[in-house]
């Protein structure tokens, strides 16, 4: 992807370093790395349980209780990617901003270290990149990066930004109002709850494709990048992700939708760059 590097974007918040390191196990002192607490956290998340309570793992004490904000463990390459986060952050942005020029309250976007505090409780960089309604803030650990280029095979810049791109997808659909109905419907439904969920999730990576067609239109795609956003939209299906990790597929139990389905709806928002194709809602892909 075409980008320049320049002063950090305001919406930026930059918490690494404010948190602490690793997670306890049920009080033995032994502690999960981000390795260890990312295969906890999808699992939870594919089964839908909250496996960090159950095995009684629970963030260690410096985690929880920061004894002051800890600068950065950071080198060129990181800070170079805390740039290239903050420009695709301005530019997503901006591109909602003329989409929903009434509508667009921009949001922030905080990078933190293992576990953070945010206004939906408290995240652990198990969960992977998060955005939380209550305070219009989306949440990455840079670590998810590498572990998306290595743990699930979809590396590139762009692969990056889609996943940036998502997030703020999360984000219009709160200002839309689509957020709470879904919930709505989750709480009068509940048997149709993970089938709402996916809905919800497939239609943020279709809002990603509505970016991706802007950087299309502007120049500033590259050889290879859109096939870089699809290979990660790919890796990070649930079909894919419960093969892996237990070698069988439930698919009553997807939050996010399968790699075809994510393919699919990230395709459709990148081929007509319109709002109104994104309504997974009233579609069965």
């Not at 159950?54 to 004490?61: K, N």
């Not at 859109?226 to 439930?250: F, P, S, W």
Request: with cysteine.
């Amino acid at each position: 992807m075409r980008w320049t590097r320049g002063e950090r974007s305001e919406n930026l918040e930059d918490q690494r370093g404010a948190g602490g390191g690793g997670f306890s196990l049920g009080g033995t002192g032994i502690k999960l790395g981000l390795g260890g607490t990312v295969v906890v956290g999808l699992l939870s998340v594919l089964f839908g349980q909250d496996l960090f309570s159950t095995l009684g793992i629970s963030p260690s004490d410096d985690q929880t209780a920061p004894s002051g904000r800890r600068a950065p463990q950071s080198n060129a390459a990181e800070e170079e990617l805390v740039d290239f986060v903050s420009f695709v952050l301005d530019d997503v942005q901006q591109s909602w901003q003329r989409l929903l020029p009434q509508r667009y309250v921009p949001a922030k976007l905080v990078l933190f270290t293992d576990g953070v505090r945010s206004g939906c409780g408290f995240g652990q960089a198990a969960m992977g990149p998060f955005y939380c309604p209550v305070d219009r803030k989306a949440y990455i650990d840079l670590g998810f990066y590498r572990e998306l280029r290595a743990r699930f095979g979809a590396p590139g810049d762009f692969a990056q930004a889609y996943v940036l791109a998502h997030e703020i997808g999360h984000h219009v659909q709160n200002l839309l109002g689509i957020s709470d109905r879904t919930r709505a419907g989750q709480r009068q439904r509940p048997d149709a709850a993970s089938a709402l969920s996916v809905r919800l999730e497939l239609q943020a990576d279709c809002f990603a494709g509505v970016w991706a067609h802007s950087t299309k239109e502007r120049h500033l795609l590259e050889a290879g990048d859109i096939e870089e956003a699809l290979g990660a939209a790919a890796a990070i299906g649930d079909d894919r992700l419960q093969k892996q990790a237990t070698g069988t597929v439930h698919p009553e139990t997807w939050t996010h939708g399968s790699s075809a389905q994510r393919v699919h709806w990230l395709k459709k928002g990148l081929e007509g760059g319109r709002v109104e194709d994104c309504d997974t809602f009233s579609s069965d892909r």
